[in-house]
T-cell receptor
Framework: AQTVTQSQPEMSVQEAETVTLSCTYDTSESDYYLFWYKQPPSRQMILVIR??????QNATENRFSVNFQKAAKSFSLKISDSQLGDAAMYFC??????????????FGQGTRLTINP | DTEVTQTPKHLVMGMTNKKSLKCEQHMGHRAMYWYKQKAKKPPELMFV???????INESVPSRFSPECPNSSLLNLHLHALQPEDSALYLCASSQGLPGVSGNTIYFGEGSWLTVV
């Protein structure tokens, strides 16, 4: 079974600075997808960024980028120019291969990010 | 438009009550999901429907009964719940096209359930 580990329960960063959240995973599959979701106090899970395992290029979405190291099974999220609105719980997630057209997301335990003004 | 709508936002029910949570999406997605999330924990998968058929049941107690009336709607019927079932219940959807990989799963805002 796949597992996802986030080793940083909490992190904080000064506004406008850069922060990196860590995530490692374990799988025997060769083709898979990885995601970072953000969950603010409103509790809605918002997709931040996704990475296809077969792509060597790291995904980027505006101020958010990932460092995907497939051999090391590492998938970290870098947030540049941190803003107060980035404060949230961040979950790393692994998407399993399809079962009858549906997938399962396996989540890490989450990292609570605080932005200091 | 990546919108999954859940109702009600908050629900308080007694252990003998019967209630339902509802979820709707109009993105043409064919896979829909129920997740349960306890405080300070990640979401845990409960059920997955693909093309209106139950494809995954993660050994959820029978007091939770899912229903998918059509491809846009997903219900979770609740009966004889326990206080420990109090949690945030998240609905989600994805394209769910067989053989098409990379389907992102989109979440609703959740329904807060309190069992008293």
């Amino acid at each position: 079974a796949q597992t996802v580990t986030q080793s940083q329960p909490e992190m904080s960063v000064q506004e406008a600075e850069t922060v990196t959240l860590s995530c490692t995973y374990d799988t025997s599959e060769s083709d898979y997808y990885l995601f970072w979701y953000k969950q603010p106090p409103s509790r809605q899970m918002i997709l931040v960024i996704r990475q296809e395992a077969y792509k060597q290029q790291n995904a980027t979405e505006n101020r958010f980028s990932v460092n995907f190291q497939k051999a090391a099974k590492s998938f970290s999220l870098k947030i540049s120019d941190s803003q107060l609105g980035d404060a949230a719980m961040y979950f790393c997630a692994y998407r399993t291969s399809e079962i009858q057209g549906a997938q399962k997301l396996v989540f890490g335990q989450g990292t609570r990010l605080t932005i200091n003004p | 438009d990546t919108e999954v709508t859940q109702t009600p936002k908050h629900l308080v029910m007694g252990m003998t009550n019967k209630k339902s949570l509802k979820c709707e999406q109009h993105m043409g997605h064919r896979a829909m999901y129920w997740y349960k999330q306890k405080a300070k924990k990640p979401p845990e998968l409960m059920f997955v429907y693909s093309y209106e058929k139950l494809s995954i049941n993660e050994s959820v107690p029978s007091r939770f009964s899912p229903e998918c009336p059509n491809s846009s709607l997903l219900n979770l019927h609740l009966h004889a719940l326990q206080p420990e079932d109090s949690a945030l219940y998240l609905c989600a959807s994805s394209q769910g096209l067989p053989g098409v990989s990379g389907n992102t799963i989109y979440f609703g805002e959740g329904s807060w359930l309190t069992v008293v």
